[in-house]
């Protein structure tokens, strides 16, 4: 029989930090402060992680010998449903933000310099945490304005890379869902 205390529900916060920020170890302690809110977003988030491989093929046999792994592809995305100059400056991986009177300039960062960032994500019941590790915004970040109720947003699509010394992530999780 399955156990409901291991149902994932609801879209969770995102957070934001520079790399290498402090990252929590368990549920029950607060994020570093480096870590901030992202905001809404307009359905949640969706994590994928994707084997690539390769079949070593004969021409003896129907089936491959071998299948080896070639490479991993992980991804986060969403799409902030809060259009501001920082979460701009996050889909756009750095650029400069300027303050006015009244005010605020958004310049994206020199092509060839992009910034990488960690990522956090906490479902809304407290029962897991994931920390991304070292991200780059790829893809395309559309921001569609429409008439009537549809919002403009900002499209994130994560692409996780290997830190040094670290996995690309870590997931927290609760003891009821252990096994």
């Known amino acids: 029989m399955g156990n409901p205390n291991q149902i994932s529900l609801g ?5 934001v930090a520079p790399l290498l920020s402090a990252e929590p170890t368990d ?29 070593v093929e004969v ?3 129907l089936y491959p010998l071998v299948i080896v792994p070639t490479g991993i592809v992980t991804q986060v ?44 994500w906490q479902s809304n019941d407290g029962q897991e945490r994931w920390i991304f590790r070292q991200c780059l915004n790829g893809g395309t970040s559309t921001m569609a304005r429409k008439k009537g109720a549809d919002k403009a947003g900002i499209g994130f699509e994560l692409n996780l890379e290997k830190p040094a010394s670290v996995q690309p992530f870590r997931a927290i999780f609760a003891d009821t869902r252990a096994a």
């Open 59 to 61: 021409a003896e046999e």
């Open 27 to 55: 549920l029950a302690s607060a994020w570093a402060s480096a870590f901030v809110d992202l905001g809404y977003t307009f359905e949640g988030s969706e994590f994928s992680n994707q084997l690539n491989t390769a079949s």
């Open 77 to 120: 995305k969403f799409v902030l449903a809060q259009i501001t100059a920082r979460n701009l400056q996050l889909a756009c991986n750095g650029g400069t933000i300027t303050t006015g009177s009244g005010y605020v300039l958004f310049d994206p960062p020199a092509a060839g310099s992009p910034v990488r960032y960690m990522y956090g």
């Open 11 to 15: 879209p969770g916060i995102l957070k």
